[in-house]
């Protein structure tokens, strides 16, 4: 028998490091969120005139089953989380990421609206939402202590992924045609991506003999002799966890950044022209907010290990509250930057906040189940975020009414921030 079928027989780690698998596993789950790429907005954005042009489609009409498709997908994710609890992280990344690299196939063939909604459901389920979903249930199964550090190196994975695929994507769609460019994916993720994620990915540090974060069982001697020490979390199943408050209170809170994020991205160009911005200064602005994002959302990993994650949440929504004001009143160059800039925090700290909460109130063993409900939440509040702000813009004929009507929501959400403390089992359980 040869050690590579030793390997995946006995499930052992399949090479030998001086160093903590663990951080092996960060590096994977970064390669997957990068493989999200594919069902990422940013990546089907480029295609979207490509498909006017070649077929005739009306924008409107694209757009509509676009969002009808990402609608149905978001959907369906908590079945996802619970088939990633069920069968382990190791063989859904061969199952999902099977199924984006068949989708990239399928997208390649678009032909008319029925193979283009199906093309974005299946592009947006297995991509922008399970390819997102399985990092961030692995990465917690090796972490407790420094999970947070290790979410901050995973999302290098996104901000590589996001700076990358675009310029790919122009560059082949110019080069060769949207066909193409679509069997690239597939054919990457199908070659390189999953044969990598199965031979390497192991679900939970147990598996291989060790514990998260690399601890062992500590002797010390004292007075009062010999006692073990142990890293201890509490896990909670779905059910248990709906019987929080907690639960219920980071369902709204995870909506509400979807939802604002997404309505003033779809409709930044326009909110910015109101003030005399125009549209060059406003690609600025979304690159400008990824620039900061990104030193942003490294460091906001360290600073979980320290601060209440709840607490941390509040900040972020009163980063958004005055994100919300600083474009309310933006008729200038410098407001405009100013408004990326604390953007850019705001979404550095959200990134990494939002993904840790939940390992971090509920454990690790049935994380799968409630962080697909929480993407759920995620991707439908960023399918209706844009409707809105258009809705607004066409009964107003401006933007100053939905902006303060916007700003109820981090409002709320920083109070319900606030009052979400993490349960404690025993309890819950009790009442």
Same mark, same amino acid.
């Given at each position: 028998?040869?050690?590579?079928?030793?390997?995946?027989q006995?499930?052992?780690?399949?090479?030998?490091?001086?160093?903590?698998?663990?951080?092996? @596993?960060?590096?994977?789950?970064?390669?997957?969120?990068?493989?999200?790429?594919?069902?990422?907005?940013?990546?089907?954005?480029?295609?979207?005139?490509?498909?006017?042009?070649?077929?005739?489609?009306?924008?409107?009409?694209?757009?509509?089953?676009?969002?009808?498709?990402?609608?149905?997908?978001?959907?369906?994710?908590?079945?996802?989380?619970?088939?990633?609890?069920?069968?382990?992280?190791?063989?859904?990344?061969?199952?999902?990421?099977?199924?984006?690299?068949?989708?990239?196939?399928?997208?390649?063939?678009?032909s008319?609206?029925v193979?283009?909604?199906?093309?974005?459901?299946? @592009?947006?389920?297995?991509?922008?939402? +399970?390819?997102?979903?399985?990092?961030?249930?692995?990465?917690?199964? %090796?972490?407790?202590?420094?999970?947070?550090?290790?979410?901050?190196?995973?999302? *290098?994975?996104?901000?590589?992924?996001?700076?990358?695929?675009? *310029?790919?994507?122009? %560059?082949?769609?110019k080069?060769?045609? %949207?066909?193409?460019?679509?069997?690239?994916?597939?054919?990457?993720?199908?070659?390189?991506?999953?044969?990598?994620?199965?031979?390497?990915?192991?679900?939970?540090?147990? !598996? @291989?003999?060790?514990?998260? !974060?690399?601890a062992?069982?500590?002797?010390?001697?004292?007075?009062?002799?010999?006692?073990?020490?142990?890293?201890?979390?509490?896990?909670?199943?779905?059910?248990?966890?709906?019987?929080?408050?907690?639960?219920?209170?980071?369902?709204?809170?995870?909506?509400?950044?979807?939802?604002?994020?997404?309505?003033?991205?779809?409709?930044?160009v326009?909110?910015?022209?109101?003030?005399?911005?125009?549209?060059?200064?406003a690609?600025?602005?979304?690159?400008?907010?990824?620039? *900061?994002?990104?030193?942003i959302?490294?460091?906001?990993?360290?600073?979980?290990?320290?601060?209440?994650?709840?607490?941390?949440?509040?900040?972020?929504?009163? /980063?958004? $509250?005055?994100?919300?004001?600083?474009?309310?009143?933006?008729?200038?160059?410098?407001?405009?930057?100013?408004?990326?800039?604390?953007?850019?925090?705001?979404?550095?700290?959200?990134?990494?906040?939002?993904? $840790?909460? %939940?390992?971090?109130?509920?454990?690790?063993?049935?994380?799968? +189940?409630?962080?697909?409900?929480a993407?759920?939440?995620m991707?439908? /509040?960023?399918?209706?975020?844009?409707?809105?702000? /258009?809705?607004?813009?066409?009964?107003?004929?401006?933007?100053?009414?939905?902006?303060?009507?916007?700003?109820?929501?981090?409002?709320?959400?920083?109070?319900?921030?606030? +009052?979400?403390?993490?349960?404690?089992?025993?309890?819950?359980?009790k009442?």
């Amino acid at each position: 028998m040869s050690y590579f079928q030793q390997v995946v027989q006995h499930n052992m780690a399949p090479i030998k490091t001086k160093f903590f698998y663990g951080w092996i @596993i960060v590096a994977l789950s970064a390669m997957g969120v990068f493989f999200s790429g594919p069902g990422q907005t940013y990546t089907i954005s480029l295609f979207i005139d490509e498909y006017i042009k070649e077929f005739g489609w009306s924008r409107s009409t694209v757009s509509s089953i676009y969002s009808a498709a990402t609608l149905l997908a978001g959907i369906l994710l908590f079945l996802i989380g619970r088939l990633i609890d069920k069968y382990g992280q190791r063989k859904m990344v061969v199952i999902i990421g099977s199924m984006l690299a068949f989708a990239c196939f399928w997208n390649s063939f678009v032909s008319n609206m029925v193979m283009l909604f199906i093309g974005f459901f299946l @592009i947006r389920l297995f991509g922008q939402g +399970s390819m997102t979903l399985l990092p961030n249930t692995l990465v917690p199964q %090796w972490f407790i202590k420094y999970r947070g550090r290790a979410f901050s190196f995973m999302a *290098i994975g996104g901000f590589i992924s996001s700076a990358a695929f675009p *310029i790919i994507n122009a %560059w082949l769609i110019k080069t060769y045609d %949207w066909q193409t460019t679509w069997t690239v994916w597939g054919t990457l993720l199908f070659v390189i991506f999953v044969p990598i994620a199965y031979v390497f990915t192991r679900n939970k540090p147990e !598996d @291989i003999g060790l514990l998260p !974060d690399d601890a062992t069982v500590l002797k010390r001697t004292g007075q009062e002799g010999q006692k073990d020490e142990t890293i201890f979390e509490e896990n909670w199943t779905l059910k248990e966890a709906r019987k929080t408050v907690a639960f219920w209170l980071l369902l709204f809170i995870v909506a509400i950044p979807a939802l604002v994020n997404t309505g003033l991205t779809f409709h930044l160009v326009s909110i910015l022209g109101e003030g005399g911005i125009k549209p060059a200064v406003a690609a600025l602005i979304l690159s400008l907010m990824a620039i *900061i994002g990104f030193p942003i959302t490294f460091i906001s990993g360290f600073i979980l290990e320290r601060v209440k994650v709840n607490i941390l949440l509040a900040i972020v929504f009163i /980063g958004e $509250i005055f994100m919300i004001i600083i474009i309310f009143f933006t008729d200038s160059i410098t407001m405009a930057i100013l408004f990326g800039v604390v953007w850019g925090i705001t979404g550095g700290l959200e990134r990494i906040t939002l993904a $840790i909460v %939940w390992p971090s109130y509920f454990g690790r063993k049935h994380i799968g +189940s409630i962080k697909g409900v929480a993407m759920t939440m995620m991707v439908i /509040g960023s399918a209706f975020g844009p409707l809105p702000f /258009g809705v607004a813009f066409d009964m107003f004929q401006g933007y100053e009414e939905i902006l303060l009507a916007t700003l109820i929501l981090p409002v709320a959400a920083a109070i319900a921030a606030i +009052s979400a403390k993490q349960p404690v089992k025993s309890e819950t359980l009790k009442s």
